[in-house]
């Protein structure tokens, strides 16, 4: 499977995800395997989910009650400059600025660059962080120069 795009829900659906997320969430936090029981089926076997999928199923179900499409990408998906770019939410030739700069690891395929999904969310990441230290730094600065106090 490569990226999946489930569009966003009618109001019906997003009306059971809400219902259903309420009951996951308490076997989320538990971190342990979930057996479900599907009481339309003729078969009464219970179908047991592994902990990440249940966390997983939560998220799903969470985006769908609050009407938000879904996009599903394995990390090892190869992605094009413009799938990348929009998930980064940047430019496409932002972010051919930022490949050839050697931010973020790809690979040519003829003429085209492919990136994997790894690979960005790893950049992705890491430019979190420096954004979330950047800012811890300007926040100490401005209490250290007491501009909280005004």
Known sequence: MLAQLYPPPNIQDSEIAREATARIVP????????????????????????????????DILEAMASGHSITMIPHHAELTTVEAADILNVSRPYLIKLL?????????????????????????????????????????????LGLYDL
């Open 27 to 58: 076997f989320v936090r538990t971190r342990k395997p979930l057996e479900v029981r599907i009481v339309e089926a003729e078969n009464q076997e219970p179908l047991v989910l592994p902990a990440g999928a249940v966390a997983l199923l939560k």
């Open 100 to 144: 050839e700069a050697g931010e973020i690891r790809f690979r040519k395929v003829g003429t085209h660059r492919r990136i994997l999904m790894e690979e960005l969310m790893a950049y992705k990441e890491k430019s979190e962080r420096r954004s979330r230290a950047a800012m811890d730094e300007l926040v100490a600065l401005s209490e250290e």
